[in-house]
């Protein structure tokens, strides 16, 4: 227990050597000097909290927000001095806020705890004393043998000691880890394949020495020394031998391997990156806007001490005859009342900072997340799956994104690979029905009907057969030949798997137009062309490496010729071939790229005796060296892959998801730059993007890639700058690989950022997980820090996600933990559109208008306070009944401001999707800048002067003083003192905010009308209640009858419409000459004409003929004003209208008719 908290505390590291040391089995040396390594345990850590940091951590968190921590100091000020106000005023409020947001975030973090708990306790089978045992994941230590099944994870780092192979051989599918679903081959080392049960197993005496863990998904440096008899036998160990945690085992019945990395020291848990409080740019904005009017306050308060003092120099103000001092009071210290006064003020005047504000943020975030999950068009039906909300803090935030970093695999593309095209002998052929047909024919044209493949074709898909990694699945049948055939001799079913999905689609192409590959013996590879069975002995493979980017297998014909295959990128294919249709060939590959298409380009070569005897013993050599192996193997590879005779070319479609083209163009119209990052290789993404529409045909590619040294990549970077700079009137995309990323990110960060935000698009590829991260890390911290947002399948992409100000899961085929790490989730890429565009647009206009609104009534509510003061000698006299300072936030104005934070809709969501460039409205968080800032607040200070000296004017001109200290009206008995003037000022600020919420509002639904007035009904009722009654429970009642006294004068009735109108009146004016005059792009939308109608998409607004005259003066005002009812309201849209042509969002709270104004 104390080596845990020392590790949790970071005084005693797990680790400290470079390398780790383990004993296979945990068969340590028997002799006393061996002090066994501490590694760390198997478990997954993905939650935020404990149950012993919980309530300390969250308070911290919480209490950096400026109001929650302001109102804890008044809060303990109330407690400790004499104030105005009760400390229950300002702890009540407090206490629910962080009350409730602790419970939501508490219940997020035991979600993650539920999801970390499901992977720890998996059971799992470990060899233990000659014998399996079930265990849980969590107690599986380094060192111990596990074997895992097919289909399964693996559940901690292993390195592979056999399989039911007897090569030793096993397949896995790494797409959680790096997005790749294709299939990838590892081995395990001679000596231990051939242990294959656990019997054998238990006999192992072996140690493996190994790096310390790093975070690098595709390096792995160790070795095993394997204790045989009397010798030592020492095997090196590579990637080839390493099998991750996430990885899935495929094709292969069960494997055994030993662990050597656990828990958060896997590969996998390294490329997590720490979860951290996300903060979005609009809480932001309000903390910086706290800080503002915190200093207002500081300000008044200090101006009122003051001015206090400065009154009470007269000794006849000091200690007038009706406030006589206490001897106590008379002996204090100066400097102590100072202090004592201050602070009242400060509580006095306190509420100008709303701390409710962060109570309806949180209900408006909270309740405005169902919206999301709610929406029709966010469902996909085919997997039965709806948009879901993981964390609410961050919906505004979806209307502020500038990048869009996405993964590719899954996320753009189905990752579902389709033959389409091929090219033979410089002839363009395709398929049609399971035939191969010419171009320009069809299957029922007289020449397109053919019963046998000519040389050329065959040779063509024997090298499709022959020159790749594919697998036969494991649970088929060696008994090809006694399968179901149909007319043209195809086998009806063969499964496949490979190590990249290109191969699979080529070899079930050629498997359906007659030339079937039917799995390998031994070293033999069998294919059987239209039904003849052919073995091929397989002599050499040339792997596939980026630098060559080609492969190529040496093979021996059932005739003994010996033959080389070869296929890869046409840029490492045709320079290297001496004959074939080169030319013709070259042309179609060219046709096949603009269609989108990946192409790959087949030749062979013939080899006599001599020639092949020189080549294998220069293979033998190479494959030996102990030193400089990968250079003289590079060397080897291109001598043999020269002088080729060119077959033809492939082009293959990887599928991509519905509508990815049209989200992209609506994300760059909406000013979003898009930068895909994936684990592919260089040419595949390239052609995802062109298919995509991330680059485009016109577009000027530019590369950084395969850059070794940092002076050859400062270089390049230099002349993309220079490029870029010359042609800048074309747009550029950029292609930069993960070796030339960390070179650039290394010295010359500056320059590349310079180069990549000159660029429309950017592509990186070969991208390591945390590499995606330190990308969009790059972005957030630019001297410009723009929001981005990060979109994923898979759990290569958790860190990127975590990184961005937003995350989004896909919810895809590679596992659930992007999603469980995501803010948000989704089922297809496509859906991104709606969710920025319409959700994030109008969660940011209603919380914006929110923040802004609330600052604006809570300084109407104070100043008039401030300014009572210099009519009552600085007294800390409150203007306000107790009871109306504790409801004025809490019920009289809080439920107009909720529901249109809920509820409002600007513009139509039609009109904002078919209209991207409206986001561009509210980028770079333009309605919470400093002018809409002051703008809000000068309003406020305004109305405020108008409420407290216009019911000055208006009612106290005709009164006269009394000696008591009461004012007579001479018309009538009515007291007309501090609470009655009070009320009556905050009668008029009640109706005002409210009736100033309804300008605002655009969209009306029957829920707004009944917050709106009803909220000024409720108060008037309950001020009449208040002071109706004598409740025996209040010490005081100073309301009492004062309502109703006050509501009986004809004259109050007539100051409150005056100064009603006198506030609102020249706001409307300036509302209306903004409009009209300088009008926003989202208010030419809702203004925009068609002839001399209205165009009903964009106005949203439509009368019908014969209207009167006053109704046409309203409709011109409703125009003008941007608003309308939806009562009156009748949409319509085309079926041409782009994405959403039938809105099923829970948004739209009207009737939509169909009919067209």
Known sequence: MLRWIRQQLGFDPPHQSDTRTIYIANRFPQNGHYIPQKFAENRIISSKYTVWNFIPKNLFEQFRRVANFYFLIIFLVQLMIDTPTSPITSGLPLFFVITVTAIKQGYEDWLRHKADNEVNGAPVYVVRSGGLVKTRSKNIRVGDIVRVAKDETFPVDLVLLSSDRVDGSCHVTTASLDGETNLKTHVAVPETAVLQSVANLDTLVAVIECQQP????????????????????????????????????????????????????????????????????????????????????????????????????????????????????????????????????????????????????????????????????????????????????????????????????????????????????????????????????????????????????????????????VHISADQTDGIGDGHWRANGIVSQLEYYASSPDEKALVEAASRVGVVFTGTNGEGMEVKSLGKPERFKLLHVLEFDPNRRRMSVIVESPSGEKLLFTKGAESSILPHSRGGEIDKTRIHVDEFALKGLRTLCVAYRRFTAEEYQEIDRRLHEARTALQQREERLADVFNFIEKDLELLGATGVEDKLQDKVQETIEALRLAGIKVWVLTGDKHETAVSVSLSCGHFHRTMNILELVQHKSDSTCAEQLRQLARRIKDDHVIQHGLVVDGTSLSLALREHEKLFMEVCRNCSAVLCCRMAPLQKAKVVRLLKTSPEKPITLAIGDGANDVSMIQEAHVGIGIMGKEGRQAVRNSDYAIARFKFLSKLLLVHGHFYYIRIATLVQYFFYKNVCFITPQFLYQFFCLFSQQTLYDSVYLTLYNISFTSLPILMYSLFEQHVHPHVLQSKPTLYRDIRKNALLGFKPFLYWTILGFSHAFVFFYGSYLLMGEDTSLLGNGQILKPNRQMMFGNWTFGTLVFTVMVITVTVKMALETHFWTWINHFVTWGSIVFYFLFSLFYGGIIWPFLHTQDMYFVFVQLLSSGSVWFAIIIIVVTCLFLDVVKKVLCRHLQPTSTEKAQLTETGSGINCLDSMCCFSDGETACASVRRMLERLMGRCSPTRVSRSWSSSDPYYTNDRSILTLSTMDSPTC
Not at 240 to 247: D, M, P
Not at 359 to 366: A, I, R
């Open 214 to 469: 790093e975070a690098d998904l595709y390096r792995f440096v160790g070795r095993i020394t394997i204790s045989h008899q009397i010798e030592e036998i020492v095997r090196p160990l590579g990637p080839e031998s390493l099998l991750l945690r996430g990885a899935r085992l495929k094709n292969t019945k069960e494997i055994f391997g030993v662990a050597v990395y656990t828990g958060m020291e896997t590969k996998m848990a390294l490329n997590y990156k720490s979860k951290s409080q996300k903060r979005s740019a609009v809480e932001k904005s309000m903390n910086s806007f706290l800080i503002i009017y915190l200093i207002i306050l500081l300000f008044e308060a200090v101006l009122s001490t003051i001015l206090k003092y400065a009154w009470q120099a007269e000794e006849k103000w000091d200690e007038p005859w009706y406030d006589q001092k206490t001897e106590h009071e008379r002996n204090s210290s100066k400097i102590l009342r100072f202090i004592s006064d201050f602070l009242a003020f400060l509580v006095l005047y306190n509420f100008i900072i709303p701390i409710s504000l962060y109570v309806t943020v949180e209900m408006q975030k909270f309740l405005g997340s169902f919206f999301i999950g709610w929406d029709l068009d966010l469902y996909h039906e085919e997997t039965n799956q709806r948009a879901q909300v993981n964390t609410s803090d961050l919906n505004e935030e979806l209307g502020q994104v500038e990048y869009v970093f996405t993964d590719k695999t899954g996320t753009l593309t189905e990752n579902e690979m389709q033959f389409r095209e091929c090219s033979i002998n410089g002839i363009k052929y395709q398929e049609i029905n399971g035939k191969l047909v010419p171009e320009g024919l069809t299957e029922d044209s007289p020449d397109g009907i053919r019963l046998s493949l000519m040389k050329e074709e065959e040779l063509f898909l024997k090298a499709v057969c022959l020159c790749h990694t």
